[in-house]
C-alpha cells in the first residue's frame, strides 16, 4: 500500500514555543491530506483536511491561528503548533488518500509525532 | 449525523481465544466500512474493507462483514495472538471525498 511519513517522531519542546510537523506521500500523490489528534487511550479527532494550493478546512473548535496547516506540493502537508502550550501536548498523526489505489475513501496513515510541551 | 459505535474495553483474552469486537454505525445510503489496527506508540494501519452490504473483508485471520440490516461490522478471528495485541478502530467513510469517522477504539491485550 502507499506510504505516508511523517518527521519528528518525537518532539520536546518549552512552552511559548512553534513546532513544525511535516506529513509526506512518499509514493504517490495525495491532493487531500488529513491531522488528527489523539490524546491518551482515545479515538483519533479530525483536526483539520488538507487542500493542496488552497486554504485547510478547520473542523469545528480547532483553532485556525494556533495550528496553521500548509499543503504546499502534492506529496508535503505541515502542521504548525503556534506559540505551544502543555496542554499541546498529544499525538498528531495525518494521513492521506491515494486516489488511484483508493476509490473507497481508505486513508493511508503516518506514524505519528508525539509532541511534548514543557 | 453519522456515527460509529464500538464495544468497551479493554478486552483481555487468553492466546488461542475467539475474538469479536462489536462495531455498529450509523449512516445514510451505503458507507465504506473499515477496520484499523493500532500498535502501541504507532499510526494506524488498514486492517480490512468492505463497501458494500455483505461484502467481507478479511486480512491476517481477522474477518468482519458489512451488514446493511443490522447496520453492523463486528471484527472475529479464530485464535488471537499475543502479537495481536492493540487497538482496534472501527470506521466508516460516507463518499469519495468525505472524511472519515472513527469508533472510540477497543484496546485488546492477548495474554499467553
Known amino acids: 500500500g502507499a506510504v505516508v511519513s511523517q518527521h519528528p517522531s518525537r518532539v520536546i519542546c518549552k512552552s511559548g514555543t512553534s513546532v513544525k510537523i511535516e506529513c509526506r506521500s512518499l509514493d504517490f500523490q495525495a491532493t487531500t491530506m488529513f491531522w488528527y489528534r489523539q490524546f491518551p487511550k482515545q479515538s483519533l479527532m479530525l483536526m483539520a483536511t488538507?487542500?493542496?494550493?488552497?486554504?485547510?478546512?478547520?473542523e469545528q473548535g480547532v483553532e485556525k491561528d494556533k495550528f496553521l496547516i500548509n499543503h504546499a506540493s502534492l506529496t508535503l502537508s505541515t502542521l504548525t503548533v503556534t506559540s505551544a502550550h502543555p496542554e499541546d501536548s498529544s499525538f498528531y498523526i495525518c494521513s492521506a488518500r491515494d486516489p488511484g489505489t483508493s476509490p473507497y475513501n481508505e486513508q493511508f496513515f503516518g506514524p505519528g509525532t508525539r509532541l511534548t510541551v514543557l | 449525523g453519522n456515527s460509529v459505535t464500538q464495544m468497551e474495553g479493554p478486552v483481555t483474552l487468553s492466546e488461542e481465544a475467539f475474538l469479536t469486537i462489536n462495531c455498529t454505525y450509523t449512516a445514510t445510503g451505503y458507507p465504506s466500512l473499515f477496520w484499523y489496527v493500532q500498535y502501541p506508540g504507532e499510526g494506524l494501519q488498514l486492517l480490512l474493507k468492505?463497501?458494500?452490504?455483505?461484502d467481507k473483508g478479511s486480512n491476517k485471520g481477522f474477518e468482519a462483514t458489512y451488514r446493511k440490516e443490522t447496520t453492523s461490522f463486528h471484527l472475529e478471528k479464530g485464535s488471537v495472538q499475543v502479537s495481536d495485541s492493540a487497538v482496534y478502530f472501527c470506521a466508516l467513510s460516507q463518499t469519495s471525498y468525505d472524511k472519515v469517522i472513527f469508533g472510540p477504539g477497543t484496546s485488546l491485550s492477548v495474554i499467553p
Open positions: 488538507s487542500n493542496e494550493g488552497s486554504k485547510a478546512t478547520y
Open positions: 468492505a463497501t458494500k452490504a455483505d
